[in-house]
Each structure stands twice: as C-alpha cells, then as structure tokens.
C-alpha cells in the first residue's frame, strides 16, 4: 500500500523559506514520478512542480527560480525548497507519486497517490 506523508509547512514572513518533506512507502521508487501541488481556498489544485525516476524536474511558472524539488531515493524521500515566498503561495501542499506512465499527459495527476497535505501561510 503506497503511503505518503508530508511534513515541514508553517507560517512565514514573505521573503522567507520553507522546505516540504515527503517520506513515501510501499512503492518502487525506480518506476515513479513524484510531484508536489497545491491548492488555495476557493481554487482548483495546481501542479507546483515535479521530478521523473532519473531526476528530471519541471517546474509551474509562477515558482520557477524560487522552488527546488529534490528526491533522495536512499531515504525514500522527496522534497520541495520554497524560496522568496509570497503571499500568494499561500496554500495547502500536496506531495503525490505515481507511475510515470500514468501521469503522462494528465497534469492533474489523477492515477496518483496522495499525502494528507501541509498548509504553507505566507503573511506579507
């Protein structure tokens, strides 16, 4: 059974940093992409960035240059550096990992499994 646990959100100052951690379990990292998304009161989820089985990442515009997705797969872990934040990041955080296979071409992850969420607040 895949499990994934976020960790790692808080309050912070705009300007400031946070960095997300996800453990997973119950999966093979060597098939599975790992992504992070976010969703602000009254919006639809949106991809923040992700990272494929041999490490490439992509990132969504408005956190290119300020956000860092990392994995180590030693640790079955991956992370999301959140520099420069804003108010407007403000949000509930979701770490997701799925089958490659199954994420093609689906921005919205739907075949991905799913951690509870850490809520980031960014005050200005």
């Known amino acids: 059974q895949v499990q994934l646990v976020e960790s790692g959100g808080g309050s912070v100052q705009a300007g400031g940093s946070l960095r997300l951690s996800c453990l997973g379990s119950?999966?093979?990292?060597?098939?599975?992409?790992m992504g992070w998304f976010r969703q602000a009161p009254g919006k639809e989820r949106e991809g923040v960035a992700t990272?494929?089985?041999?490490?490439?990442?992509s990132y969504a515009d408005f956190v290119k240059g300020r956000f860092t997705i990392s994995q180590d797969n030693g640790k079955n872990s991956f992370y999301l550096q959140m520099n420069s934040l804003k108010p407007e990041d403000t949000a509930m955080y979701y770490c997701?990992?799925?089958?490659?296979?199954?994420?093609?071409?689906?921005?919205?992850?739907?075949?991905?499994?799913w951690g509870q969420g850490t809520q980031v607040t960014v005050s200005s």
């Open positions: 997701a990992a799925a089958r490659c296979s199954e994420v093609v071409g689906d921005p919205a992850w739907r075949r991905a499994y």
């Open positions: 119950g999966y093979t990292w060597r098939s599975y992409c």
């Open positions: 990272i494929d089985r041999i490490g490439r990442t």
